[in-house]
């Protein structure tokens, strides 16, 4: 058995049965590492001694007859943008370099309630901010599917570290389509969760109206274990929503007859290359065949999401970003006084990308544009919500491709800033309107693996696990691993 591509829900019993030990599954994991990570560069950095003396404490507990908790031993990749205290924290960003954040992410404090094990910090675009992992200001990862390939973005290394069995899950973060986006070119499971379903504190924030962490996962069980860990309230952000948690895996019932389902049709026409939307099709399909019906919809507004969606972030981030300016984080450029120092460290910590996205924020908030551009764009956000919430009177989950293209090759896009946006037309609405959403692996475009998506209403994230986990079921392509 290759435990590095065994489920955490499986691991979690043969932990539990001795069958293997919690340092084994470790040594595994990391030798899986040594093995393809030189090709596919999902980590920023390793923490494989930590790691080990996690596992063994494991271990001694579990022979000590302790009850441990579904997630204790599983190796997890964490995305540098979350905090770990006492760990180099960076968001693949030069001006982060040397920043070790003193204290944990919650959803960090959870994973280690649980007794998790970390493998690392995995590789991202810059501050969360692209679609291919290439903005990273240190180097590109590769898709483990086809190492001339993006992994997608921003999430890029926990999904390429999840499909490459160099972590058994993942946590990402998804603020226009980062977590779904790169799970869908990756083949593996991501969820963004409704906003304020998941504690946002000790997330390094890039737009904080739109920023949800959630699972990247080898299969629908995982992502429900791993999303009722990190869900919750959390008094240290004042975003969360102080509501219960359901048991997410109680929802994995492989049955939606009855299920009404709406395809937006602007989600299917321009823009999807033909070979994403015979994987649609196809899925369709097969939700039709169990029971669920599927029909056309619209949503009117989704046009102006992309355009909303790129004033509403960038000002957002101008803002967030402020705080960068070599005083208190990272780099620090010496210069003759302290506006000279800002400048410098600012010009040399940021790369193109970050740049480009703080100038768009500052414009659209300065005096005279910020009616005509940001106000105009919190406008259409509610117009795009309304959009949802009349879909959702007659629907129960919406269904879109995660991505209108299966990954494409690296450097392809990165010279048109707007191609590069485009990526992300069919998960950007999501955030712009607070919902849950899924992707799931959907089948195969020749070599490559594209992903469907579930949208559905605030919290209904057991509803899009209960459709994903029936999709899962019924078509078995989480089980495809890249031959590597
Ligand atoms: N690709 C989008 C962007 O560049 C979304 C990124 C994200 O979700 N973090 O802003």
Sequence with gaps: MDLCYTPAHELSRLLREKTISAAELAEAVFGRIDAVDEKVRAYLLLMREEATAQAR??????????????????????????????????????????????????????????????????????????????????????????????????????AAAVAAGEAVMALGSDTGGSIRQPAAFCGVVGLKPTYGRVSRYGLVAFASSLDQIGPITRDVRDCALLMGVI??????????????VPDYTSALVADIKGFRIGVPREYTGEGIAPEVRAVFDQAIEVLTGLGATVEETSLPHTKYALPAYYL?????????????????????????????????????????????????????????????????????????????DAAFERFDLLLS?????????????????????????????VNLASLPALSVPGGFAGHLPVGIQFIGPPFAEERLLRAAYAFEQETGWVSKRPAL
């Design 57 to 158: 404490a494991v271990d001694r507990a579990l022979a000590a007859g302790e009850e441990l908790p579904p997630l204790a031993g599983i190796p997890v990749g964490i995305k540098d943008n979350l905090c770990i205290n006492g760990f180099e924290t960076t968001c693949a960003s030069k001006i982060l370099k040397g920043f070790v954040p003193p204290y944990d992410a919650t959803v960090i404090e959870s994973l280690k309630q649980q007794r998790a094990v970390f493998t690392g910090k995995t590789n991202m675009d810059e501050f969360a901010m692209g679609s291919s992992t290439e903005n990273s200001g240190f180097f590109p990862t590769a898709n483990p599917w086809d190492l001339e390939r993006v992994p997608g973005g921003s999430s890029g290394g926990s």
């Design 312 to 388: 509403i972030a960038p000002a957002e981030a101008s803002s967030n970003l402020a705080r960068y300016d070599g005083v208190e984080y990272g780099l620090r450029e010496p210069a003759e006084d302290v506006v000279a120092s800002y400048k410098k460290t600012r010009s040399r910590g940021f790369g193109p990308e970050v740049k480009r996205r703080i100038m768009l924020g500052t414009y659209a908030l300065s005096a005279g544009y910020y009616e005509a551009y940001y106000l105009k764009a919190l406008k259409i956000r509610t117009l795009i919500k309304r959009d949802f």
């Design 231 to 244: 869900a919750g309230h959390d008094p240290k952000d004042s975003t969360s929503v102080p509501q219960g």
């Design 401 to 429: 491709p995660t991505a209108p293209t299966p990954a494409f090759k690296i450097g392809e896009k990165v010279a048109d800033p707007l191609a590069m946006y485009l990526s992300d037309i069919c998960t950007l609405a």
